[in-house]
């Protein structure tokens, strides 16, 4: 390919925290290049997925080719929540600048500087974008001037803009020519690297790459470098976003190949597809290992193929998705799946429902534990039903993460205090702007990613008036004072809903979790007794009162002998039922346990 027609290629991503208006930024740009026609517009035009639309955020990263001029314009879409920066983390690997959005009502919030660092890690050229300043309650010299501390770039430099209304989207269409530096080809010898690959019911399954150098066509024999496998590339082409068919794909762009292969497995996200001479692979990506557990059986045992199909094809549409078999004497066959986080499985179930159309039940989620055993042994262990014996464990690690949380100055108070409720461990403060009460700070802690993960979002959001946000990584394990907390529910144990907890929490939890519970199991014709225990001894106890008939409903008058007979009946038809009675227990009852 020319030297001339790489220099009018521009590779670029959009990176911002949640809800800072990067679909809409791309729904202008689309507009003001023409891309897609005033009657195909709508808002989110990008976002595919019904879920995102529904939900208004970005879930998955979407390709998109742009002509501006004469140039060739490639954006990534990415998502904004902290559960998907791997899909960030992708685009970046395949673009030469970003867009750095920030939303003028908002400020600096944690996911923009968790996205920022990323892009400065990927050595991309950023441009600063202050978004939504038609909005009366916008602050954008304040904005302004948290970025020139962030950034150490110019106040001029900053691009001021309205997504929704299109103030000087323009200007950011001539900065991204301008300041944005095109593409370097690696070569003659045709190199790309999967950044994202999907599964479609007609075509198998489709990579999106980005070429680093030479060029690849219609009927061109290619191989995966890594896996060393040989295919033909049946069609390939760019995104408008829709996929439109092209002669061939040339260094520096951005499109997709269409492999012929029919198993997902084959075709992973960060291999290299190259010509056949081709030997040595691109760097890649660092394999996300999932921080979440939680295990998704089929309500319908029969239903177990269509689950593993579906999984399979949303794995390879989504790397950081794992997944492995297992079965359960209560809940029959199926898969223990390992996420980024809550908001990550919560989208894979309902994606699974509307997909595939699955019924699932899904245990409490839990974190990977690292046991040292009595004989130096050291194992993973997921599920806390894998937790040898007291007397076989040396010590018990649980991941511990990075936090960082982006408020105003006021709230720091009540934010400190819940992340000592939920054993954080303070590191240092850090002033983004410094204007008394509107002054804006990062709290750098450090804490268990296991008191994360349930509802630590939704009590920040409602300490800060909804105003503190949170990112978060992973620094690694420590070890800890852990123990299994076990539920019984009629005298049986419910593995399900055992957790592992902290020694000092116990008391406080197992009276905590069968409180719950009593106001969640529905009453049976018999009294059920919860029970919460650590090893041997019961911590708390609650019982559920039966459901009473009124036996003596048909008596009238009479001897009250009859009366007093048919009651003793009752009791020991009770009592029978206590003894072979089973309860069910609603799926609500396990997250319910675990919020409680």
Known sequence: MSKNSLQNIRNFSIVAHIDHGKSTLADRLLELTKTVSKREMKEQVLDQMDLEREKGITIKLQPVTMKHGEYTLNLIDTPGHVDFSYEVSRSLAACEGALLLIDATQGIQAQTLANLYMAIEHDLEIIPVVNKIDMPNAEIDKTVAEIVDILGCQPEEILKVSAKEGTNVEKVLETIIERIPPPQSKGDQFQSLIFDSYYDDFRGVVACVRVFG??????????????????????????????????????????????????????????????????????????????????????????????????????????????????????????????LGLLHLEIIQE?????????????????????????????????????????????????????????????????????????????????????????????????????????????????????????????????????????????DLVESLSRIIPKNNANRDGKRAVTTLKDVIPSQNFQITLQAAVGGNILARENIKALRKDVTAKLYGGDVTRKRKLLEKQKKGKKKMQVMGKVAIPQEAFLAVLKG
């Open 351 to 491: 994606r699974l429902k509307r997909e595939y159309d699955l019924t699932l039940v899904i245990t409490a989620p839990s974190v990977a534990y690292q046991i040292i055993t009595s004989t130096d042994q050291k194992k993973t262990i997921y599920t806390p039903s894998e937790l040898p014996e007291a007397n076989q464990i040396k010590e018990i690690r649980e991941p511990w993460v990075k936090v960082d949380l982006v408020m105003p100055n006021q709230y720091i108070g009540d934010v400190m205090e819940l992340m000592q409720h939920y054993r954080g461990e303070y590191q240092t403060t850090e002033y983004i702007t410094s204007e008394g009460e509107q002054a804006r700070v990062i709290l750098h802690y450090e804490a268990p990613l296991a008191s994360l993960i349930m509802d630590f979002y939704d009590k920040l959001k409602s300490v800060s008036s909804g105003y503190a946000s949170m990112s978060y990584e992973m620094t690694g394990y420590r070890a800890s004072d852990l123990i299994k907390l076990d539920i019984l529910v009629a005298g």
């Open 214 to 339: 030479g060029s690849v066509k219609k009927g061109d024999r290619v191989k995966f470098v890594f896996s060393n496998k040989e295919i033909e590339v049946l069609d390939l082409g760019i995104y408008t976003p829709r996929l439109k068919s092209c002669e061939q794909l040339n260094s520096g762009e951005v499109g997709y190949l269409i492999t012929g292969l029919k198993k997902v497995s084959d075709c992973q996200v960060g291999e290299t597809i190259a010509g056949l001479k081709v030997d040595t692979s691109l760097p890649g990506y660092k394999e996300m290992k999932p921080a979440v557990f939680a295990s998704f059986y089929p309500t319908d045992a029969t239903d177990y193929p269509k689950l593993r199909e579906g999984l399979e094809k949303l794995k390879l549409n989504d790397a950081a998705l794992t997944y492995e078999p297992e079965s359960s004497s209560a809940l029959g066959r199926g898969f223990r799946c390992g996420f």
